[in-house]
């Protein structure tokens, strides 16, 4: 149970996602769908971390595309429950979902791990950072020094924040930490309620961009390199995937159409994710200039969409080891996979 509410706690990645939506056809709150579907396709359930934003967009597009069909699957999306995505994957009521090497950790220690691994990367590198309003000394981390921050009051965020402002020269202590109760990055800006938060800025930023609201920004990754970790990534359930290989495979390569689709065609692809969730619809401009985002950070550098880098993955977990933020020592090469992607 400890390890659960911790994982359920730890490192709530998904707050720069904030105002996405509720519900969608195409994506219910963590119920599965009993209906009987009059086919021979194989049944297959992702399950969301949040409510459908354009971090989802490939797999919107690989079901309104037909990939997922001509893969021999019934691919349903369906949003998580109340105990996370991260559970009823483990649970194998869904094959796959959505997840964060970060808040995977603590899944991934003790002697009963959670049956999952990450099998693709959704985004190429980690696109979190600080953001504040412009000209008040906080694009670099020392100038937080005085400032107000929205925390969450985690372990890992705060040593997150703490190292690198001490690679900058600042102090940690000298931060003014405000509990957190953000649900609109613009607002709480522009009223002054904080002066800094953390942010995606694939969402929020662009939010922010959208509202005419001009801004300062550090991307942790740019201070420290062990922070490029993968965020967010696709999981799988290790017993169903090592029992369906080839149908796990058909998976990812019907993803991976989805993803490609959608860093080629961003227009296009906003608008199968809109049509999918059409409660983003009263936010359709910053779905479209977030698709413009992402669509460069899907693939980036790789040399294809999903893969791991191992080292850049056990950089972040060895970070975390010699910090102890976890309650024991953690893998670094464990918890991910590159061979059920596409060719």
């Known amino acids: 149970m400890k390890k659960m509410i911790y994982l359920l706690l730890c490192f709530v990645v998904v707050f720069g996602m904030t105002g996405c939506g509720n519900n969608t056809d195409t994506a219910k709150n963590g119920e599965i769908s009993n209906e009987d579907v009059a086919t021979d396709k194989e049944d297959i359930t992702i399950v969301l971390d949040w409510t459908p934003n354009t971090n989802h967009t ?48 603590p899944a991934f220690v003790g002697e009963e791990k959670l049956p999952i691994t990450a099998v693709a990367a959704v985004v190429q ?39 690198v402002m001490a690679v900058d020269g600042g102090d940690f202590e000298r931060v003014e930490l405000i509990p957190s109760t953000v649900t609109d990055e613009v607002s709480a800006l522009q009223s002054k309620s ?90 359709s401009e910053l779905v479209y200039a977030s698709q413009e985002y992402l669509a460069k950070e899907y693939i980036a550098d790789a040399d294809k969409w999903g893969v791991f880098d191992a080292e850049r993955w056990a950089a972040f977990y060895n970070w975390l080891n010699e910090n102890n933020l976890l309650e024991e020592k953690i893998d670094p090469e464990f918890g991910f996979t590159n061979e059920y992607l596409a060719e």
């Not at 979190?128 to 969450?152: F, H, Q």
């Not at 149908?247 to 080629?264: E, I, P, R, V």
């Open 58 to 105: 490939g797999i919107f597009v690989a079901q309104a595309n037909g990939y997922f069909e001509e893969a021999g699957l019934n691919v349903e999306v369906v949003q998580p429950p109340e105990d996370g995505a991260t559970t009823l994957v483990a649970s194998g009521k869904a094959q796959f979902g959505v997840g964060f090497q970060d808040y995977l950790a």
């Open 125 to 163: 590198h980690n696109t979190s950072g600080i953001i504040s309003r412009a000209g008040e000394g906080m694009d670099k981390p020392k100038g937080l020094e005085g400032k107000k921050y929205a925390t969450w009051d985690l372990e890992v965020e705060k040593e997150t924040i703490r190292n």
């Open 194 to 283: 904080v002066d800094a938060i953390w942010i995606f800025y694939g969402w929020a930023g662009v939010a922010c961009e959208i509202a005419g609201l001009e801004t300062d920004y550090f991307e942790f990754a740019d201070i420290n390199p062990v922070f490029d970790y993968y965020t967010p990534v696709i999981i799988g359930n290790n017993e169903w995937m090592e029992k369906n290989p080839e149908t796990a495979k058909a998976f990812m390569a019907a993803l991976s159409k989805g993803y490609n689709f959608a860093a080629d065609n961003p227009k296009e692809a906003a608008d199968i994710l809109l049509e999918a969730a059409p409660e983003l619809k009263s936010n």
